[in-house]
C-alpha cells in the first residue's frame, strides 16, 4: 500500500508540475473556459456598437432629421462610443492589473519573511481540495521549489497568467469591436433610402444582433436559439424605446 501512495503522489507531482504547453496538440483538452475573456470583450463591444448606434439613427430619424443629419448623428456616436468602451475598459481592467501586482507584492513579501508559514498555508489549500495531508505537504514543498510565488498566485490568489489583465489590449480590442459593430448600422444608413431609413436600419440591425447572439452562444456552448432571441428582444426594446423618444420631442419642437 505503501509503494503505491508513493507512486501515486510522483504521478501527481509530475501532472502538476508539468508544463501545458509542451505536451502533444492531441493530448490537450479543449474547454471553453479560455474563450470567455476576449468572447466577451468582443461580443459585448459589438453588440453595444450595433444597439447604441442603431438606436441613435432611428431616434434622430424619427425625430424628422434629415439624411445627412441622421449620418453624422451616427458617426459621431460611433468615435464616441468607441472611444468610451476604451476608457472604460482601460480603467476597469487597470484597476484589475493594478490590485493583482498589490497582492503579488504582498506574497513575495510573505515568502521572504515566512517562507515556513507559506508551505504551511499552501498545503493547507490542498488539504481543503482533497489531498491528504502527507501528500499536501510534499506537493506544496515541490511547487514552491520549482515556483513559490507562481504557486501562491495560482492557487492562492486565483491570478493565472493566461487571464491575467492586459488593460491596453482590452481597450484597444473594446473599441475595435465596437466599431465594427456601430459600423454594420452605418453602412445601411448611408445606402437606406430617406424614406424607408427607419424600417431598413431597425430589420438589418436585428438581423445583426440576432446572428451575433448565436454566434456567441455557439461559440460558448450554449443553446443558439436563446442566444438569438434573447439579444434580439431587449436590442428591439432599446430601439423601440429610443425612437419613441425621438418621435415625441421631433413632434414637440415642429
Known amino acids: 500500500m505503501a509503494t503505491i501512495q508513493r507512486a501515486r503522489r510522483r504521478t501527481w507531482t509530475r501532472l502538476t508540475l508539468s508544463d501545458t504547453s509542451k505536451m502533444p496538440r492531441r493530448q490537450r483538452e ?41 449620418m453624422v448623428a451616427g458617426v459621431a456616436g ?33 515568502l521572504k519573511t515566512d517562507d515556513a508559514g507559506e508551505r504551511k498555508e499552501l498545503a493547507a489549500i490542498y488539504v481543503a481540495r482533497g489531498l491528504d495531508r502527507t501528500l499536501a505537504k510534499e506537493v506544496a514543498d515541490q511547487l514552491m521549489a520549482h515556483d513559490a510565488l507562481g504557486a501562491h498566485a495560482r492557487d492562492e490568489l486565483g491570478i493565472n497568467a493566461s487571464f491575467s489583465a492586459r488593460p491596453i489590449q482590452a481597450a484597444l ?4 469591436s465596437f466599431s465594427v459593430g456601430a459600423s454594420m448600422p452605418l453602412l445601411v444608413t448611408a445606402a437606406a433610402p430617406a424614406a424607408g431609413l427607419i424600417p431598413f436600419v431597425a430589420g438589418t440591425s436585428l438581423l445583426f444582433l440576432a446572428f451575433l447572439g448565436g454566434l456567441a452562444a455557439r461559440v460558448g456552448g450554449a443553446s443558439v436559439r436563446l442566444g438569438a432571441i434573447r439579444v434580439t428582444f431587449w ?17 414637440a419642437t415642429t
Open 78 to 110: 460611433m468615435v464616441a462610443g468607441a472611444m468610451a468602451m476604451a476608457a472604460g475598459e482601460y480603467v476597469s481592467v487597470h484597476s484589475q492589473a493594478d490590485t493583482e501586482q498589490a497582492d503579488l507584492k504582498l506574497e513575495r513579501a510573505e
Open 30 to 70: 479543449r474547454h471553453r473556459t479560455g474563450r470567455v475573456a476576449w468572447l466577451r470583450a468582443a461580443v459585448l463591444g459589438a453588440n453595444d456598437g450595433i444597439l447604441s448606434t442603431a438606436s441613435l439613427v432611428l431616434g434622430v430619424a424619427a425625430a424628422h432629421g434629415t439624411h445627412s443629419g441622421v
Open 235 to 251: 436590442g428591439a426594446l432599446a430601439m423601440a424605446v429610443t425612437a419613441g423618444v425621438g418621435a415625441l420631442f421631433g413632434t
Open 173 to 176: 480590442a473594446s473599441a475595435a
